[in-house]
């Protein structure tokens, strides 16, 4: 007769009746994950909304980039 011992029945690595169960486990548990976090950082990039032609115009008036003058100009072109 054999004896098991801590490792399961003999040629199987450890794993009982599953030789490969802890490998089988372990790429499911990658494969779950990287679903998981695909979706969260996926949803996240789609979340945001892109700013408005009038909103860059704003941000750039403030910022200095464009003087009242330009920014009356491009506002006009934006309304056409």
Do not use: C, Q
Request: hydrophobic share 40%; glycine share 14%.
């Amino acid at each position: 007769m054999f004896h098991a011992g801590w490792y399961g029945w003999p040629g199987y690595g450890g794993f009982g009746i599953f030789p490969y169960g802890g490998l089988i486990m372990g790429i499911l548990l990658l494969l779950i994950l990287g679903a998981v976090l695909y979706s969260v950082l996926r949803n996240r990039n789609t979340s945001r909304e892109a700013p408005s032609s009038l909103d860059i115009l704003k941000k750039r008036l403030a910022r200095g980039e464009i003087s009242k003058e330009e920014y009356r100009e491009l506002l006009e072109e934006l309304k056409d």
